[in-house]
Nanobody, 127 residues
Framework: QVHLVESGGGLVHAGGSLRLSCTAS????????MGWFRQAPGKERELVAT????????IYADSVKGRATISRDNDKNTVHVQMNSLKPEDAAVYYC????????????????????WGQGTQVTVSS
């Protein structure tokens, strides 16, 4: 059974930073593209960033470009996103997701394409 467990959320002041982590189990992690998504109240779930199997390719949402960095460690089955210069509009529940097994490194920003999801971690940004 696949499990994705997020951690690292919390309350941060605007301008601050957070590093979100996701630990995966029950899958061959290196065969999966991994993504971070977020969902704010009343809004649709949206991509934050996604990373290819080897970590060589990434996609970022325009809203976080230059402020977010996604990375993965295939030896530890973990994926992280470092969020800097946080804004109140970054407040949301952040989800880790896995898409695969992937046969190529064509990344997708669509939540519907991801097969497994974590429970989410809340990020609150105070102004």
């Amino acid at each position: 059974q696949v499990h994705l467990v997020e951690s690292g959320g919390g309350l941060v002041h605007a301008g601050g930073s957070l590093r979100l982590s996701c630990t995966a189990s029950g899958l061959f992690f290196s065969e999966y593209q991994m993504g971070w998504f977020r969902q704010a109240p009343g809004k649709e779930r949206e991509l934050v960033a996604t990373i290819s199997r080897s970590g060589g390719s990434t996609i970022y949402a325009d809203s976080v470009k230059g402020r977010a960095t996604i990375s993965r460690d295939n030896d530890k089955n973990t994926v992280h996103v470092q969020m800097n210069s946080l804004k109140p509009e970054d407040a949301a529940v952040y989800y880790c997701a896995a898409d695969g097994p992937a046969w190529n490194d064509i990344l997708t920003p669509l939540p519907s394409k991801y097969d497994y999801w974590g429970q989410g971690t809340q990020v609150t940004v105070s102004s």
